[in-house]
Structures are given as structure tokens and as C-alpha cells.
């Protein structure tokens, strides 16, 4: 069978899962764009109501919309919309958040490296690019295709075959992190994270507020105190369940430039430090290792 053959109808067998939060008109244009690239979109609204019912009334042919109770996190959302994408015979999801657009061909990619790894694959995701500056994060850049701890949850492919063997996100995570635990879980079960450096996906963290600093512009993410809480709980708690190995020590790095603009640039700093030091208890006391889906 031709290559293009087989992945037209991995393209048909491939659904997308969406997940919106408070969503603006930008989500329009992120669905347009995903839309041609799987056989169809899943929609999880985590914020239910008029405003957000205004923007699905424009929606098209085979995008379908599920709504959830109230913001039952990210974890879940996910999970509802794998849960919907695999009974209607889905065999490939893809993963997004709702300010995250991927770029012509994308999807095709992953797909063809998913092809090449077969049973070996776990987590397969595209490089990121700034949709702030247009320009390809530094540690995102490379050749090719790369083995890797951990990927970010927007834009990566999951296979049925990975979600029977390991499972779907653990839920009480509720925000960040979650990405981080499902990659070790699949890694702890022998399989390969790839990531894909000419699959590329638009993606932005936080606000991503600019500032200046020493002549170059800097980007804030400013997250609120909930969001703080659950990144430090979350950390000590994937710490807790696979140790300090690489992913560690990327994600260390990450967090010390994270804190530095907090502290030094961002408000409410008081009120942030102590969330995060709420979560440093609460990861401490969490029964690591339960998992829920």
C-alpha cells in the first residue's frame, strides 16, 4: 500500500481533542486549523455557558463540543475527550490546548514517525515555537527525531495502543505536571517519547507578558496562585513517583528562570510564594503513589 495511502487513513482514524477554558474567538481560528489535519475534533468546554456557546454555534462538520461540569481540570478534560475520541473508533489522539495552533502537515508527521517506531512508541510531539515571537524555542531545536523524557501535553499524539497499556492522565493532578507524569509512566513501561523537530506547533505559556530586561524583551507568565499551587504540589509529587532523573534537571532549570521573573518583575508576588508553599506541603503528604482516571 502507498505511504500516502496508509496515512490518509491514519489521517481518518486521528481525532483532536481540544481543550477550552474561558476560550476568546482565537479558538475559532487554533479548530480551523486542526480541523483538516484528523478525521475529527473534540471540544471539552471546562467553562460552560453563554459566551462559549456563542463561539460553537459557528462551528462546522465534524467538530463536537463536550461539555463538562465546571473547570474539571486538565487531566479530565483530556481524559473526556480520549474517552469519546477512542469509543468512536478513534486509533490516534491528538492533544491541545486552546492557544496552541498547529502548523500545515503536523499532525502527518507524527503520524508517519508513530508508523516508524510502531509498538516502541509512547509519547510522539512536535518542536514549539513562540506565538509570541514567532521564533523556535532554543531547546526546541534539533534534527530530525529525538528520544526525550517528557513532552508537553499541546500537540502530542497518543496512540489506543499507549493509553490500554499505561492508562489515561491522572486526574487529581488537575493542572501541569499531568504531561510530565503520563511521559515517565509511558517510559517506565519501556517505550520511547519522541519528539519530532520538523512537526512544529505555535504555542504561548501563561500570558506571556512582555517586558524589557538589559535591552532584550522578556516574556512573563504570570500565572495566578491556583495555578502556582498545583505546579509545586504537582513537581514534588512526580519527583516523589520517578525520582530525580533528566527530566529533573531540564525542568529544574526551567523553574529557577520561572521564579527569577516572578519574583523579581511579576505582582502579588507575597501571595504567590505562599501558594507555592502550601503546594510544597501538600506535595510532601500526597499519597504519590495513587493514580485516578
Known sequence: ???????????????????????????????????????????????????SARLWSTLGDGVEVLEQCGNVGVAAGFNAGIRAALAAGSDYVVIFDQDSTPTPGMVDRLLSVHAQHGAHAGVIAPALRSAATGVVYRRETGDGVAEVPVLISSGSLL??????????????????????????????AGLRNLKVFDALLDHRFGDSDPIRLLGRRVYLANYSTMRLFHQTRNRVIVIRRYGFGAWFWEDA???????????????????????????????????ARERHW
Open 1 to 51: 500500500m502507498p505511504e500516502s495511502v496508509g496515512l490518509a487513513a491514519q489521517r481518518t482514524a486521528t481525532a483532536a481533542v481540544v481543550l477550552a477554558y474561558h476560550p476568546d474567538d482565537a479558538i475559532l481560528e487554533n479548530l480551523v486549523r486542526i480541523r483538516p489535519q484528523v478525521g475529527r475534533v473534540y471540544v471539552v468546554d471546562n467553562s460552560p455557558g453563554e459566551e
Open 159 to 188: 496512540s489506543r495502543d499507549l493509553i490500554e497499556r499505561i492508562g489515561l492522565h491522572d486526574q487529581p493532578l488537575f493542572i501541569d505536571y499531568v504531561d510530565h507524569d503520563f511521559c515517565l509512566r509511558a517510559r517506565a
Open 253 to 287: 532549570w526551567f523553574t529557577l528562570k520561572a521564579w527569577t521573573k516572578l519574583l523579581l518583575f511579576e505582582r502579588n508576588r507575597g501571595a504567590k510564594l505562599g501558594a507555592a508553599l502550601r503546594g510544597l506541603r501538600a506535595g510532601l503528604v500526597y499519597p
